[in-house]
């Protein structure tokens, strides 16, 4: 299927276990994001990429790692799970940083009991 | 520091009513600004997205407006319907600096609209 996707849609883990979620897209977009969205705080970016192997920190970046060794996929690793990275997660790419519109994938919600 | 801000928070109104969503922000040195639409437990949706050198955007039944130097920007949605109801989101990609990170988007909070049948 054409456009962005991400998997798992839900997932429940325990504090301290190793969660990848992971995106894809289809568009070949140079740029991908993952963003976490909390109420009260709306959406803020976690890391992003600017092609494969270049990535770089957003506004919340602690307790992530991210990679991007192919330009398609970008996933998104919490190391050891903390309560606090409760939340629903997106994914989004976009063609360049500069002009062009971000795209979002469905979103997965994480909670970590 | 770029913040976004959204006003009202919530809204309802009745169908077939027209009706503006407001979005404030704080650095009007943007590059871009762009309206998303978000259904419950669903991605976001982009609508219009207005370049800086742009004053409105215009997409069927919404019309979008930036007003960069007083950090402004609405969105109008003519003769609502049901289907509308959703959240709207505001984003506003900020413009200086070299850095990649000064150039991401920084949404507002939303407004959740409801029309009533």
């Known amino acids: 299927d054409a456009g962005i996707t991400q998997s798992p849609r839900y997932k429940i883990t325990e504090t301290g276990r190793q969660v990848t979620l992971m995106c894809h897209q289809t568009?070949?977009?140079?740029?991908m994001f993952w963003y976490r969205q909390d109420l009260g705080h709306g959406l803020r970016l976690i890391y992003y990429?600017?092609?494969?192997?270049?990535?770089d920190k957003g506004e919340v970046p602690d307790g992530y790692v991210v990679s991007r060794s192919k330009t398609e996929n970008f996933p998104l690793t919490l190391e050891s799970a903390t309560r606090s990275q409760t939340s629903v997660y997106f994914c989004?790419?976009?063609?360049?940083?500069?002009?062009?519109?971000?795209?979002f994938g469905p979103g997965t919600r994480l909670t970590v009991l | 520091k770029q913040e976004v801000t959204q006003i009202p928070a919530a809204l309802s109104v009745p169908e077939g009513e027209n009706l503006v969503l407001n979005c404030s922000f704080t650095?009007?040195?943007?590059?871009?600004l762009q309206w998303f639409r978000q259904d419950p437990g669903k991605g976001l949706t982009s609508l219009l997205l207005?370049?800086?050198?742009?004053r409105e955007q215009t997409s069927g039944r919404l019309n979008a407006s930036l007003d960069k130097s007083s950090g402004r920007s609405t969105l109008y949605i003519a003769a609502s319907q049901p289907g509308d109801s959703a959240t709207y989101l505001c984003?506003?990609?900020?413009?200086?600096?070299?850095?990649?990170?000064?150039?991401?988007?920084?949404f507002g909070s939303g407004t959740q609209l409801t029309v009533l049948p």
């Open positions: 989004a790419s976009s063609e360049n940083i500069a002009a062009n519109e971000q795209f």
């Open positions: 568009w070949s977009h140079s740029y």
């Open positions: 990429s600017a092609a494969a192997d270049i990535t």
């Open positions: 650095d009007s040195a943007i590059y871009n």
């Open positions: 207005i370049q800086s050198s742009q």
């Open positions: 984003a506003v990609r900020s413009g200086m600096g070299t850095s990649g990170s000064a150039r991401q988007l920084t």
